[in-house]
């Protein structure tokens, strides 16, 4: 089992920053990748950005030159850095963490909430 914990999330106003950051703990070998997905209210849950273990990133085209993801595998951490943030971004965002390699479990964090006032 893996467990993920996030934080950093909270309201900022449009044009504000905020990061985020979630910790993997548990059976942490052979994660192939961590990443951030959003969902906004009534809406389905979104990928935001990605990272390899390679370090190989991939973002939803809404959020490419804004966000960052990277990440710290001495912590077994990712960080999401949202600059620029907009009313639109508002959203829980869930860590996701992809492990295995023939058959590919997902794990998901709680849940951390961004809310981006106009």
């Known amino acids: 089992q893996v467990q993920l914990v996030e934080s950093g999330g909270g309201s900022v106003q449009a044009g504000g920053s905020l990061r985020l950051a979630c910790t993997a703990s548990?059976?942490?070998?052979?994660?192939?990748?961590m990443g951030w997905y959003r969902q906004a209210p009534g809406k389905t849950r979104d990928l935001a950005a990605v990272?390899?273990?390679?370090?190989?990133?991939n973002y939803a085209d809404s959020v490419k030159g804004r966000f960052t993801i990277s990440r710290d595998n001495a912590k077994s951490t990712v960080y999401l850095q949202m600059n620029s943030l907009k009313p639109g971004d508002t959203a829980v965002y869930y860590c996701?963490?992809?492990?295995?390699?023939?058959?590919?479990?997902?794990?998901w964090g709680q849940g951390t909430r961004v809310t981006v006032s106009s």
């Open positions: 548990g059976d942490i070998f052979n994660i192939n990748s």
């Open positions: 996701n963490a992809k492990k295995g390699s023939s058959h590919v479990r997902d794990y």
């Open positions: 990272i390899t273990n390679g370090g190989i990133t």
